[in-house]
């Protein structure tokens, strides 16, 4: 990229720091230091500012960066991913969204811990919702590296390295500083700005081919190399039954998995009743649903202007701004330089706010459950918030780390394994709690762990880490697994297990628990 493409993104994306950093320090002035405003805002937002927020968190980079980049290498198979993720906000909207305003109070244990002895089921609940979270965190880390690579000409790791230690520090500060409130509004201003890019780049692939899209999918088809194999099923996955498998499994994953992540869940806390909650997931549904649609769009619109041949060294993850710089007149022209500058600024701001929600998620996780089950006295609220800012740094240090590791992989494909894992970790337990009269506190931490350790390991000796060229470990291999996601064995390993610890528990369920979690969650009597 020339240097007029450098400077133009980055004072944009410089811009877009600044502005968030000012509410996040407009935010902190305002704060009253409560767990409630901390980890919830004040339960202030409105459906349409939480639909809007939802959208923002959900929108990460694995849609604006890596779903565009699998569209444009792998045709019909890339848009698998558009179907799951949007298919999730299905399950969502039936069964999670008002039954967990209700049940809970800021994080997923909540709702288990209603009717379950508290303390393990905490302890459980919350060590899986942080490492869902870091998983997810990774995703974002590897998109900022691929973005700031393809700014500076792929020349320079170390670029690579500080642009994620950058993204990391910001991150920490809007959580750490800001809480709910600022990052809700960080995700408003974020999802704004996705959105109207996106329907920017839209209008101007539709009309480079007269609004004609049977010539784009021609053309993309042409220019992939792959032909009209490229408009059909089986480029990525169904050349074997192992693919076939995959395939089913990261189905899986991706529709299952939405209701299991910790910082989806933890939206709906933001809203003042369970009525709000729903239309807010309404407002996400439309919202999200229009974006995906224009990523099958820009996806097969970067397969016929960009072509594999540049898209292929990063994965596919620098899909989108190259197909903005092409629009815009090419590489030199003064369009191509303002495009490829906006998309780019809209990607980093992606970015940003995706990791400010997960972080704070995460590090409520930390602070609400897992300290405040080992601790044994809850003196203060306040001492459980600063903890929470401390567990904000030591995740983002984490994230920081696994993101300079994975910094090759496609960032949906990493977000797919936190999907899974999500889906065999805390799914089950989230709706054995809701829906299963005579659950017990046995089977929710076997679910949560007969869900969580295979869905681990399983990735460790999977392709993904070693055995094959594009792994994290190439030069060696204990790969035993064949599939590259998950989900099809340990999402009904979770579910199994929660079965099975249940009826050989010795543990009578109570039953005037349930019923009461029952009524709060069907009629909000009670909800906090």
């Not at 909540?110 to 919350?126: H, K, L, N, T």
């Not at 209701?259 to 009525?275: D, E, M, N």
């Not at 998620?361 to 006295?377: I, P, Q, W």
């Not at 918030?385 to 995740?395: L, N, P, S």
Request: charge should be positive; proline fraction near 3%.
């Amino acid at each position: 990229m020339t240097g007029t493409h450098q400077t133009l993104a980055l004072l944009l994306f410089s811009l877009f720091v600044a502005v968030t950093l000012g509410i996040t320090t407009w935010v902190s002035r305002r704060r009253h230091g409560s767990a409630e405003e901390f980890y919830a805002g004040g339960r202030l937002f409105s459906p349409m500012e939480n639909g809007f927020a939802i959208a923002g968190d959900y929108m990460s980079a694995a849609s604006f960066l890596g779903v565009t980049g699998l569209i444009a290498l792998y045709g019909y198979d890339g848009m698998l991913y558009v179907v799951g993720f949007l298919v999730a906000w299905l399950v969502v909207l039936f069964l999670v969204a008002e039954l967990v305003r209700n049940c809970g109070r800021f994080t997923l244990a909540d709702v288990i811990a209603a009717r379950m002895s508290e303390r393990p089921v905490r302890i459980a609940a919350g060590t899986s919702s942080v490492t869902v979270s870091v998983l997810y965190l990774v995703a974002q880390m590897v998109g900022a590296g691929s973005l700031v690579a393809l700014l500076l000409g792929r020349t320079s790791g170390a670029a690579q390295a500080w642009a994620v230690i950058g993204v990391g520090a910001l991150m920490v500060i809007y959580v750490s500083l800001g809480g709910m409130r600022a990052t809700t509004w960080i995700q408003i201003v974020k999802a704004v700005l996705l959105l109207s890019g996106t329907v920017a780049l839209t209008v101007l692939v539709l009309v480079r081919f007269h609004g004609d899209f049977d010539r784009l999918l021609l053309t993309a088809a042409q220019h992939s190399g792959h032909g009209n194999a490229f408009l059909a099923p089986g480029l990525k996955y169904g050349g074997n039954w192992t693919a076939r498998l995959d395939f089913i499994s990261l189905g899986l994953a991706l529709v299952l998995g939405t209701a299991g992540l910790p910082h989806i869940l933890s939206r709906f806390y933001t809203v003042p009743t369970a009525r709000a909650a729903r239309r807010s997931t309404v407002w996400s549904i439309g919202l999200i649903g229009g974006f995906y649609l224009m990523t099958i769009v820009l996806g097969f619109g970067a397969a016929a202007v960009v072509g594999p041949d540049a898209l292929a060294p990063s994965n596919g993850n620098t899909a989108m701004p190259l197909l903005a710089l092409d629009l815009g007149g090419g590489a030199g022209s003064t369009g191509g330089t303002v495009l490829f500058a906006v998309v780019a600024a809209v990607a980093f701001a992606t970015i940003l706010a995706v990791v400010a929600g997960i972080t704070l998620a995460s590090s409520a996780s930390v602070a609400h459950d897992l300290y405040a089950s080992l601790r044994r006295s809850h003196s203060k609220v306040r001492s459980e918030v600063t903890v929470a800012r401390f567990a904000a740094v030591g995740i983002g240090v984490v994230a920081i780390a696994l993101g300079l590791l994975a910094r090759d992989l496609n960032v949906a494909f990493l977000v797919g394994l936190a999907f899974a894992v999500a889906a065999s970790a805390n799914l089950p337990v989230l709706l054995y709690s809701l829906f299963w009269r005579s659950f017990t506190t046995r089977g929710a931490v076997w679910a949560v762990y007969g869900g969580l350790v295979p869905a681990l390991v399983l990735v460790l000796l999977s392709p993904v880490v070693s055995g094959s060229p594009g792994s994290l470990f190439p030069g060696v291999d204990f790969q035993y697994f064949p599939l590259q996601n998950p989900g099809l064995v340990s999402i009904p390993l979770g579910f199994v297990a929660g079965w099975l610890g249940t009826v050989t528990s010795d543990e009578v369920a109570d039953e005037a628990k349930y019923a009461e979690t029952e009524v709060r969650s069907l009629t909000g009597a009670g909800a906090v």
